[in-house]
């Protein structure tokens, strides 16, 4: 079982729509959650961070982590046709002798259609 | 700031020839990374440095060479490129108080023929 699972998509939605971006994973040692937004032929940028449970909210965005179901989401309101992009998940712990490896998960794809 | 810069942009290899992907940030990270992105296989993280003089191995090092002599510079050497290293490079810093706050670069198209 590969430590990081996301679904790659390709999700397509109507632009407004809410759409629900998720990841799980294996090891409950995981304590960082981190989801990245890549365009297209660029490099990947740090779009929400959250440490531990909970839920974390930033305008239009909403990350949430179970850690007991060692699942996390990340949900978009009022998409736009700007949003389209793949959204990685990373995760980590830094309990691992110092080291920073961020685990990342493969990516979703998404496209949001005026 | 420029934040992350990688040159080159593009570059075709031809198997067997070296070459060396340069890094650089303006930011006085402490820490710095390589990662691959290959379709349906995500980032892999290839090699990576915790400061100056620093370095250790990621998930998929074979192939690849690293060294950190300054705060700034993390270049990545193919010893001996082969089909199989066909990729986009990333590479990326991050503060030692933003751990996770990683800043990528805008990546390295690689093609080995």
């Known amino acids: 079982q590969k430590e990081v699972e996301q679904d790659p998509g390709p999700l397509s939605v109507p632009e407004g729509a809410i759409v629900s971006l998720n990841c799980t994973y294996s090891n409950s040692a995981f304590q960082y959650f981190m989801w990245y937004r890549q365009y297209s032929r660029k490099g990947p940028e740090l779009l929400m961070y959250?440490?531990?449970?909970g839920n974390k909210e930033d305008g239009r965005f909403t990350a949430q982590v179970d850690k007991s179901s060692k699942y996390i989401s990340l949900f978009i309101r009022d998409s736009q046709p700007s949003d389209s992009a793949t959204y990685l998940c990373a995760m980590s712990d830094f309990a691992q002798g110092g080291s920073e490896k961020l685990v990342f998960g493969k990516g979703t794809k998404l496209t949001v259609n005026p | 700031n420029a934040g992350v810069t990688q040159t080159p942009k593009f570059q075709v290899l031809k198997t067997g020839q070296s070459m060396t992907l340069q890094c650089a940030q303006d930011m006085n990270h402490e820490y710095m990374s390589w990662y691959r992105q290959d379709p349906g296989m995500g980032l892999r993280l290839i090699h990576y440095?915790?400061?100056?003089?620093?370095?250790d191995q990621g998930e998929v090092p074979n192939g690849y060479n690293v060294s950190r002599s300054t705060t700034e510079d993390f270049p990545l050497r193919l010893l001996s490129a082969a089909p199989s290293q066909t990729s986009v490079y990333f590479c990326a810093s991050n503060s030692r108080t933003g751990r996770n706050e990683q800043y990528f670069g805008p990546g390295t198209r690689l093609t080995v023929t």
């Open positions: 959250t440490y531990s449970s």
């Open positions: 440095s915790v400061g100056a003089g620093i370095t």
